[in-house]
């Protein structure tokens, strides 16, 4: 099937009301980056988000986003694609990668979690800090 890549200046509303998306790069080379969740953690030097959420446009549509603080940063959110296991029994909503991240895996995480039924982090269903900490030996 047809799958366009557009620049984000291109992307007109009636893409965003017809497909699902991908958004690749910052608030500075995408301009749809800024309304992510968390910025201060995932604009910190190395550091990058990647997220899954529904579309804002599109009607049972969904969004997904990868934005960093560089583009080098943005490819270190690839160590932890799919978010998503097979048996659809690990599904995190976002997470937050640093440098760290290639050498300690989920100890190189700034920050994962799940968002509200809103879509927003009124819950605070999420972890900031060093992963690993968190999880059960």
């Known amino acids: 099937s047809f799958t366009p890549v557009v620049k984000d200046s291109e992307l007109t509303l009636e893409m965003k009301k017809k497909y699902n998306l991908i958004l690749l790069g910052n608030g500075t080379r995408n301009r749809h980056a800024i309304t992510l969740p968390l910025k201060e953690l995932w604009q910190r030097k190395g550091a990058a988000i990647v ?24 490819l270190q959110t690839a160590e ?12 995190l909503d976002f997470l937050i990668t640093t440098p760290e991240v290639k050498k300690l895996a989920w100890g190189g995480l700034a920050a994962a979690g799940f ?16 992963l690993s900490l968190h999880l059960k030996h």
């Open 51 to 74: 997220t899954v959420r529904p579309s804002p446009w599109k009607k049972d549509g969904l969004l997904l986003a990868v934005a960093g603080s560089s583009a080098e940063a943005e």
């Open 80 to 91: 932890f694609l799919p978010m998503v296991e097979r048996q659809n029994s690990a599904h």
């Open 115 to 130: 968002y509200s039924n809103q879509w927003d982090l009124t819950n605070h269903d999420y972890v900031e800090g060093d």
